[in-house]
C-alpha cells in the first residue's frame, strides 16, 4: 500500500485542491468570528425578562449585526436563563441547532403559544 504522502506527491493538482479547501475553511472561519460573533453582543435574559419580548429582541438584533442564522440557536441557548435555559439543554445536538425548534421548545416549556 502506498503512503498517503508519496501519492499526493505524485499528484501536485490533488495536493493544491486539498490546500485550496482547507485554506478556504479558514477564510471562512476568520471572517465568521469577525463579523458575526464580534459584532454580536446582547446582554443575558434575566429572570425579570417576558420571554417572548426577549426572544423577538434577540431575534431584531441578530437581524441587524447580520449573525448568520446558523448560529441563532446556539446564542440564543447561551444566553437564556432559567426554564428557558432547561429547555435547550434537554434537545438533541441537531434539535439544538435548529432555531426554530429551539424557539419552539423554549416558548412550549414557557407555556407561551407563539
Known amino acids: ?8 506527491g505524485q499528484n501536485p ?3 493544491a485542491q486539498i ?9 471562512w472561519q476568520e471572517d465568521w468570528l469577525q463579523h458575526s460573533l464580534a459584532s454580536f453582543k446582547m446582554p443575558k ?6 420571554p417572548e419580548v426577549y426572544i423577538e429582541a434577540f431575534e431584531w438584533h441578530a437581524l441587524m449585526t447580520r449573525l448568520d442564522k446558523r448560529y441563532w440557536a446556539s446564542q440564543l441557548g447561551a444566553l437564556v436563563v432559567g426554564k ?3 429547555a435547550y439543554r434537554v434537545l438533541s ?3 439544538a441547532q435548529d432555531y426554530e425548534h429551539v424557539k419552539e421548545a423554549i416558548l412550549y416549556r414557557l407555556e407561551i403559544k407563539p
Open 93 to 95: 445536538r441537531d434539535d
Open 13 to 15: 493538482q490533488a495536493l
Open 19 to 27: 490546500l485550496n479547501s482547507q485554506q478556504q475553511m479558514l477564510d
Open 84 to 86: 428557558a435555559q432547561a
Open 1 to 8: 500500500m502506498e503512503d498517503p504522502a508519496d501519492v499526493l
Open 45 to 50: 435574559m434575566t429572570k425579570d425578562d417576558d
